[in-house]
Antibody
Framework: QVQLQESAPGLVKPSQTLSLTCTVS??????????WNWIRQVPGKGLEWIGY???????YYNPSLKSRVTMSVDTSNNQFSLKLTSVTAADTAIYYC???????????????WGQGTLVTVSS | QSVLTQPPSVSGAPGQRVTISCTGS?????????VHWYQQLPGTAPKLLIY???YRPSGVPDRFSGSKSGTSASLAISGLQAEDEADYYC???????????FGTGTEVTVL
């Protein structure tokens, strides 16, 4: 059973960089075939896909956030990470990491999710 | 960025059947892209409920079913149970946005 666990930075100041790490257990990122995603949810609101990275470091970001997002992968520790720069209060959300599968780009779904971590942007 | 529209809420008595619609456009559902559904119980992460329009992951009861036609998709819950009270989201890919998109979400209440 694949499990994902987000790190918990909690509070980030406006204009600073939000950094999160997701640790995967029960499977290896390096085995390939899956895409490792970040998704966020403003409390009480809907879901927004941020982007994904694969085992080799190839990335695909949501164009609406692309200018501020960087993802990286560390296969030796079975982790992948998100950096979001120049954060504002609008970036306050629950951030989830999730495994993506399903073959072609247009068919992919998110089959395993972390429990989520609340990140608050406030001075 | 919710280009997939769902009703805000649906409700039903225990044992009844409810359906949730997910309305998109020619750049997502209408482009024959797959639709997936997630169940989010209060205070928890979303869980994949239906994938590729009408397939259930292992462990999901057959009370849940999905369908797709044209620019819309639907999730049906038959034999509604108290444990089905949750938020439900559809998800697809949008070629105009070049992004994976989620529906606006539907809260299911068991009366």
């Amino acid at each position: 059973q694949v499990q994902l666990q987000e790190s918990a930075p909690g509070l980030v100041k406006p204009s600073q960089t939000l950094s999160l790490t997701c640790t995967v257990s029960g499977g290896f990122i390096s085995s390939g075939g899956y895409y490792w995603n970040w998704i966020r949810q403003v409390p009480g609101k809907g879901l927004e896909w941020i982007g994904y990275i694969n085992y080799s470091g190839s990335t695909y970001y949501n164009p609406s956030l692309k200018s501020r997002v960087t993802m990286s992968v560390d296969t030796s520790n079975n982790q992948f990470s998100l950096k979001l720069t120049s954060v504002t209060a609008a970036d306050t959300a629950i951030y989830y990491c999730a495994r993506g599968g399903g073959g072609v780009v247009t068919a992919r779904r998110f089959d395993y999710w972390g429990q989520g971590t609340l990140v608050t942007v406030s001075s | 960025q919710s280009v997939l529209t769902q009703p805000p809420s649906v409700s039903g008595a225990p044992g009844q059947r409810v359906t949730i619609s997910c309305t998109g456009s020619s750049s997502n559902i209408g482009a024959a892209y797959d639709v997936h559904w997630y169940q989010q119980l209060p205070g928890t992460a979303p869980k994949l409920l239906i994938y590729r329009n009408n397939y259930r992951p292992s462990g999901v009861p057959d009370r849940f079913s999905g369908s797709k036609s044209g620019t819309s998709a639907s999730l049906a819950i038959s034999g509604l149970q108290a444990e089905d009270e949750a938020d439900y989201y559809c998800q697809s890919y949008d070629s105009s946005l070049s992004a994976y998109v989620f529906g606006t979400g539907t809260e299911v209440t068991v009366l």
